[in-house]
């Protein structure tokens, strides 16, 4: 983690229960600051829910849990 960076891992998680990690990379304090405020994010022209967020103090590491959304067109 950097002074006014940190590194976020985006987790999805399946149908089925399992986590697969979107992506990984740092987010500046401007950004983190942003999930106060939102619960949608879109990654890679996808949308997704966030639905929980935890702290990894010993990775020094922001880790976020999304949930995809599903669009009818």
């Not at 987790?11 to 740092?26: A, W």
Request: a negative charge; proline letters at 3%.
């Amino acid at each position: 983690m950097l002074g006014s960076e940190m590194s976020v891992i985006l987790f999805e998680k399946k149908p089925d229960g399992e986590l697969q990690i979107i992506e990984e990379r740092l987010w500046n304090m401007n950004m983190v600051t942003a999930l106060e405020h939102v619960n949608y994010l879109v990654v890679g022209g996808r949308e997704y829910e966030a639905v929980e967020g935890r702290l990894n103090v010993d990775e020094g590491k922001l880790e976020l849990l999304l949930v995809p959304m599903r669009h009818e067109e």
